[in-house]
């Protein structure tokens, strides 16, 4: 009896190791997904900002390694997450909790000019866009629904009805906040588009109660600055980036010649213009002739002297563990550029205010390309150029295909800045 009672304890001891035998090996094989984003590894890194925001989408957190292969995302595991990967071509690694650990561990090192960010929540994106038929197109919904991130477009009725509180993220592109309606009157005056579109804004403009485009443009841009100022984060691309500084500079005084509005500009305007109320530019001179196709000395396309073959600017190289958003912001697997044209195609750098961070710039050149700063409680980063993929894109011209740029550099810029409003909030050191 006592013979049996042993064999039975002893049998209960061994069921009891191996199931603890088991449990252990079960979490020791516990695994993440590592979404790598170096040029040697990741075969479509547009696609792999969609993973990440779908991931997002599901309540789940992801990990933004900065500075590691080319700004991996870390990934919690799981067969719906592989499958997803797979059929977005995306490329991915399977790593254990263990080896997760390491590269985490190593990131967190001091000497280790890296660091892991914390992506909570999907950000809610809003693109400001006429529903006019324009003869261009705009990067940002080109690469957004390339990615997969889905994005609301909204104009001037939703913005001037307070409708921009309901979104993270703004973004703005070929747009003219000043009224003059992209200065294409010196070569497009006489185009049907052109005058469709005066026609339409005219109308948007009474039925929202103001008397000129220019006044209601001058409205927009002001929601907008107080949006930002709120804690929004907006970012702008080709001539939404100076038109938008120059249209609060002249807040209350009128720009614009009379074959735009009606009536005569203000006499001596330029001294009138408040360069306090801008965000990101000052002390530049505005273009008086309605001939010439630009707003004023703020864009360098006009004086650059650069070759197509050597246009490329630089990302500057920030602390990831002081300086995390502009990290987060130059995030890519090269840090050479290649250059792209816009109506507004690069920024003056001595008109740059100092207390606006360059991202990116062609030093040669003296011209600042991408620019990042704070207003209020909120972020904006202004992105010179119109199409990363298309160098000189002009009016007309057939849209970029993206499926042939699935790893563009220039593209992945606009991505990180899609991205960064999901991030945990970090104080910035500097």
């Known amino acids: 009896m006592t013979f049996l009672f042993k064999g039975l304890l002893f049998r209960g001891h061994f069921r009891y190791l191996t199931i603890l035998i088991l449990f252990f090996s079960i979490s020791t094989s516990a695994s993440v997904i590592l979404i790598p984003m170096d040029a040697e590894s990741q075969k479509n890194h547009l696609k792999a900002y969609g993973i990440t925001y779908w991931v997002l989408t599901k309540q789940q957190k992801v990990q933004w390694l900065l500075n590691y292969r080319g700004g991996s995302f870390l990934l919690p595991d799981g067969e719906a997450i592989r499958k997803e990967c797979q059929i977005r071509g995306v490329s991915f690694e399977i790593l254990s909790d263990g080896e997760a650990n390491n590269i985490l561990d190593d990131i967190s090192s001091p000497?280790?000019?890296?660091?892991?960010?914390i992506l909570e929540k999907a950000p809610k994106i809003a693109v400001y866009s006429p529903k006019d038929n324009f003869p261009w197109d705009d990067a940002v919904t080109m690469v957004l629904t390339y990615a997969e991130i889905p994005y609301v477009t909204i104009y001037d009725e939703e913005v001037l009805d307070d409708k921009l509180a309901l979104y993270d993220w703004l973004h703005?592109?070929?747009?003219?906040?000043?009224?003059?309606?992209?200065?294409?009157?010196g070569a497009y005056r006489a185009a049907p588009w052109y005058i469709e579109g005066k026609?339409?804004?005219e109308e948007r403009a009474v039925?929202?109660?103001?008397?000129?485009?220019?006044?209601?443009?001058g409205a927009v841009a002001e929601k907008i600055r107080r949006y930002v100022i709120g804690g929004g984060f907006m970012f702008a691309m080709c001539s939404a980036t100076d038109s938008f500084d120059i249209a609060l500079a002249a807040n209350g005084v009128d720009i614009?010649?009379?074959?735009?509005?009606?009536?005569?500009?203000?006499?001596?305007?330029?001294?009138?213009?408040?360069?306090d109320r801008t965000f990101a530019f000052q002390n530049f001179v505005l273009e008086r002739n309605p001939l010439r196709y630009e707003f004023s000395s703020i864009d360098m396309t006009a004086k650059r002297k650069i070759p197509k073959e050597s246009d490329y600017f630089s990302l500057m190289e920030f602390s990831a563990k002081w300086d995390p958003v502009p990290t987060m912001l130059t995030q890519n697997h090269t840090t050479l550029v290649k250059g792209f044209m816009g109506q507004t195609t690069s920024f003056t750098r001595g008109e740059v205010k100092p207390t606006v961070m360059i991202l990116g710039e062609n030093k040669i050149n003296a011209e600042a390309r991408y620019i990042h700063g704070i207003k209020g409680k909120g972020f904006f980063t202004f992105y010179g150029g119109h199409d990363p993929e298309d160098y000189q894109h002009r009016v007309g011209d057939p849209k970029t295909e993206l499926e042939l740029h699935p790893t563009s550099p220039g593209y992945r810029l606009i991505l990180n800045n899609v991205l960064f409003p999901a991030a945990r909030k970090k104080k910035q050191k500097t």
């Open 111 to 117: 000497s280790q000019n890296q660091d892991a960010v």
């Open 207 to 217: 039925k929202l109660g103001f008397s000129k485009v220019s006044e209601e443009k």
């Open 199 to 201: 026609r339409l804004a």
């Open 256 to 275: 614009c010649e009379p074959m735009f509005d009606n009536d005569p500009s203000n006499a001596n305007y330029q001294s009138q213009l408040n360069f």
């Open 172 to 185: 703005l592109h070929h747009e003219d906040f000043t009224g003059q309606y992209g200065k294409f009157y």
